[in-house]
């Protein structure tokens, strides 16, 4: 069984999705992490978004990996551990734009089908109802308001000692909600028989708690 979690930025999608896999015992891929960390190949190698030949060539030598611990899941980059240096403030500012480099999402999309292939899976993103797994059993559109969002990664954030206030938070999350939504390749979007969950009044467990309950009423039909 395929199950498709989409939604913009901080709508809890990777919290949620780890969560479900524990309790359904399916794979977990955090299609977030290999963009950001295609984005950490892109700043390392000081590639620009329009140099068409360097980035062929990146992609031709890129490989991302993923292994499960008792800690969580880490994130490997052409086998070097960058679960954490995915997450910070450099990636998450250019994420977006490399993310909407089409030969970017022709290949992670490829990489992400083939592991889907062999697997009952739970994928999160921003297109895997739409582009990814069109054909998934299950789809859910997360959603919650800026504000919400913002004081998610406001308090994720302290706990990673980030500084950045919440206002200008607000901010980033408002501009790549617009990036994401209107880029051209892949845009942000809800799939037209995805089920729209709103949790900026629910807690995690009480979405993890209603998406297990619609997986196992696919599971029994």
């Known amino acids: ?51 068409e030949k360097a980035i062929e060539e990146l992609l031709d030598h890129l490989e991302i990996s993923f292994k499960n611990t008792e800690d969580g899941q880490l994130v490997f980059l ?3 551990d960058v679960t ?3 997450r910070n403030l450099e990636v998450t500012r250019n994420v977006s734009e490399v993310s ?8 992670l999309v490829q990489m992400q089908r083939e592991i889907a292939e062999n697997h009952s899976i739970i994928m999160d993103g921003r297109d895997i109802g739409t582009v990814v797994l069109p054909d998934a059993e299950l789809k859910i559109f997360l959603v919650a308001s800026v504000k919400e969002r913002a004081l998610r990664r406001f308090r994720e954030n302290q706990e990673k000692g980030i500084e950045l206030s ?14 994401d939504s209107t880029r051209k390749e892949s845009p942000l979007k809800k799939a037209d028989d995805a089920i729209e969950i709103d949790t900026t009044s629910l807690s995690i467990q009480e979405v993890v708690s209603k998406i297990t309950n619609l997986i196992q009423e696919k599971l029994t039909n």
């Open 78 to 80: 052409n086998g070097e």
């Open 166 to 179: 919440l206002e200008k938070l607000e901010e980033e999350i408002a501009h790549r909600d617009f990036l």
């Open 1 to 51: 069984m395929q199950v498709a979690i989409d939604g913009p930025a901080s709508s809890g999608k990777s919290t949620i999705s780890k969560l479900i896999a524990k309790e359904t015992n399916f794979l977990y891929l955090d299609t977030g992490a290999m963009y950001r960390a295609t984005t950490l190949a892109f700043l390392r190698d000081h590639i620009s978004v329009d140099d």
């Open 84 to 86: 954490r240096e995915i």
């Open 100 to 107: 909407a480099i089409k030969a970017v999402r022709v290949k």
